[in-house]
């Protein structure tokens, strides 16, 4: 499933490419991906212009001049793909957005969802979301010391929470600690593949108690969070699927990953095999050597 780094690879590399055009045809092929009838979401988003796109945990809004707002969720298996119609995947493509003729192509929609929804009601669905682990601004004047933590595009990324706010969460929550970090309620955007990673690089087994943990181990975690989703958009996500012909971003931090999928790979930090030890009903692997 795609989480934070994902979205965000998405978001940037689609930000230059239709911000700005109009929404030349829209096309539903399968209605339960909406939430409106097929032919009221045709009339309200046709002609209309995407001014920004902005991400939220997992989800992307595209903002349309019009004040309605597109809100995304890929859910498991959905992905995106711009192009012309010759070069898409070979896979069923449930809502299609031209830009002329190249078109945002939304596929595998089947948990996932593109609701047509006001600002207000965004807003109201989101307001449950934690904050963002990572949160990403425009760099301005171009100039900026250590821009470019983005996927290209001159976005600086910084943490969404302080230190001491993270602290708080943590002392408020009870739970297993891989449990926590793929609650969306506590931090947004972090699924199994970065919880995973995140533990590792904090070396803290994931399925240790937030309340075992001690200072040194919650000021590291702090630390991984930003460094490892930071690392993960940098290199342009997981998903394998290039968003474009021609991409050579998307899906850089498949290779990257430490111990996400990994089972009975050396650990890369001290050789000893690494292991699957699924928390709840969550996939979740870890070095039981070098994280405690
Ligand atoms: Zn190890």
């Given amino acids: 499933m795609p989480e934070m780094p ?12 239709i911000v700005g055009r109009p929404l030349t045809q829209v096309e539903v092929t399968r209605e339960h991906s909406i939430n409106v009838p097929v032919s009221e979401f045709i009339k309200r988003v046709s002609g209309k212009r995407i001014t920004d796109i902005r991400r939220r945990g997992k ?3 595209f903002l349309l001049d019009s004040k309605d707002i597109l809100l995304l969720h890929l859910m498991l298996g959905g992905s995106l793909f711009w192009g012309r119609d010759e070069d898409k995947p070979k896979r069923t493509v449930q809502v299609r957005l031209s830009f002329g003729e190249e ?17 207000a009601e965004a807003k109201e669905r989101l307001d449950k979301l934690g904050p963002e ?6 760099a301005s004047g171009g100039a900026t010391a250590g821009a470019n933590n983005g996927a290209g595009s001159g976005e ?18 009870r739970g297993k600690l891989k449990v926590a970090l793929t609650d969306q309620s506590f931090l947004a955007g972090i699924g199994n593949c970065y919880s995973d ?27 991984s969070i930003s460094a490892v989703l930071g690392e993960g958009v940098r290199a342009g996500g997981y998903m394998e ?10 899906g850089g931090f498949n290779a990257l990953c430490r111990v996400y999928d990994r089972a009975y790979e050396p650990c890369l930090r001290c050789g ?15 070095c039981e050597s070098c994280q405690s």
């Fill in 59 to 61: 989800h992307l809004l």
């Fill in 241 to 250: 699927m290039p968003l474009y012909v021609g991409d050579q971003l998307t």
């Fill in 133 to 138: 682990a990572l949160e990403f601004t425009a």
């Fill in 156 to 173: 600086t990324a910084k943490p969404g929470l302080t230190e001491a706010e993270f602290n708080r969460l943590v002392a408020e929550k």
């Fill in 103 to 119: 078109h945002l192509h939304f596929i595998g929609l089947r948990l996932g969802y593109l609701h047509l929804v006001s600002a």
């Fill in 6 to 17: 994902e979205m965000e690879t998405y978001r940037q590399q689609l930000i230059p490419r």
């Fill in 197 to 223: 990673e995140i533990c590792f690089a904090a070396r803290i087994l994931p399925v240790r108690t937030l309340q075992s943990l001690q200072a040194a181990e919650k000021a590291s975690l702090y630390r």
């Fill in 272 to 286: 000893a095999p690494l292991v699957r030890r699924d928390i709840g009903s969550r996939k979740s692997f870890c």
